[in-house]
């Protein structure tokens, strides 16, 4: 088959390499005219990473990436620490898998590297798909600039504003959740001693909380912070703010957070919007992944793999299914719970952060110091579901 990904970010490409390995000719049809440092860092758990172990890409990305030695909850203005499980040790032997911290541009590239090698020239940048239409034996897919490419099967790998979900589903009704967020890096070096600690660390407080962990092997210290705002801004990875409120939004926190807003280049700013779970996932020929379909708030830190799931469980159905529709149908079926069930933990997680007095902060955190200081093995038992979870063992699904 001929299958046209619309999209170059994780999804897409993911989607690329997966469907390559199963013999398929792709295309990837990306809008961006390059390759830019923007989104910063993301997390990626062990259930994404034998994904990339089982497309042969691992080694690249783990090059260049920092391996957390734990997940740690603290306080946000005084650090104490609430809860710490280990992750170097236990991401494979209890999870099977490398718990790494990468940056979205070195991914991309390793991502993008390991296509050319296996399909090259298959990357168009400066592509956008702004729609498709279905024929019997194949799908057109057009591009902003006139061109029509015709294929057996579009992927809509194009994200929170996919064109492709816009024709098959309507119009776009995101609802504001209240919060804005912030992403920044900035070098270790510069931080002296309040670089972020060698963890993926979660700062908790009063309607806020921050996020901070260490990137490009620990050189580089990645800050993601989310404020409750009644004034709401674009949602966009690009959009920036004034450091002063920033500053302002974190004032009083402990000293690891703020100097990364003191020493950042850029500071980005945008709104968190949450979206209705989509009534169907294809039309045709045309099938959606990852944002597209399922956009996440990154309270769990998913949203990447949940795309990196999908583009292997795609790709291994089609491959696999004798008919498209019905490989279409059973890839819907298998991903929406599945996703579902992250989307919502990733809602509660935002609940569970901001917490802002004193006494329903004893009560949520309270439990949780306790499990962790004398249950750790439950602590870490908590994240099995999604860690544990192996898209690649297609039994549940074949």
Known sequence: MHVLIAGGGIGGLTAALAFAK???????????????????????????????????????????AFR??????????????????????????????????????????????????????????????????????????????????EADLLVGADGIHSAVRAQMIGPDAPRYTGNVAWRAVAPVLELGEHAPPETACVWVGGRRHAVTYRLRRGGLANFVGVV?????????????????????????????VREILKKARVLNRWALYDRDPLARWSDGRAVLLGDACHPMLPFLAQGAVMAVEDAYVLARLVSTQPDLAHALETYEGVRKPRTARVQLGARRNAHIFHRGDPLSQLATYGPIWAV???????????????????VTDASGYA
């Open 22 to 64: 199963f013999g398929h000719q792709v295309t990837v049809a990306e809008q961006a005219s390059r390759i830019e440092e923007v989104g910063a860092g993301l997390q990626l758990s062990p259930n994404g990473m034998r994904v990339f172990d089982v497309l042969g890409v691992s080694a690249r990305i783990e090059a260049n």
């Open 68 to 149: 957390p030695r734990a997940q740690e909850i603290r306080m946000g203005k005084s650090g104490a620490r609430i809860l710490s499980i280990p992750l170097r040790e236990a991401s494979r032997s209890r999870w099977g898998g490398e718990y790494l911290h990468v940056h979205r541009a070195d991914l991309i590239v390793s991502l993008g590297a390991a296509l050319e090698e296996r399909q090259p020239s298959a990357v168009r940048l400066g592509s956008r798909v702004t729609g498709y239409t279905n024929a019997n034996a194949h799908i057109v897919a057009r591009l902003e600039s006139g061109e029509d490419i």
């Open 228 to 256: 409750e705002s009644k004034e709401q801004h674009a949602e966009s990875w690009s959009a920036t703010g004034a450091r002063e409120q920033a500053l302002k939004h974190f004032k009083g926190w402990s000293p690891v």
């Open 372 to 390: 962790g200081a004398f249950l750790p093995s439950v602590a870490q038992g908590q994240h099995d579901w999604i860690y544990a979870h192996d």
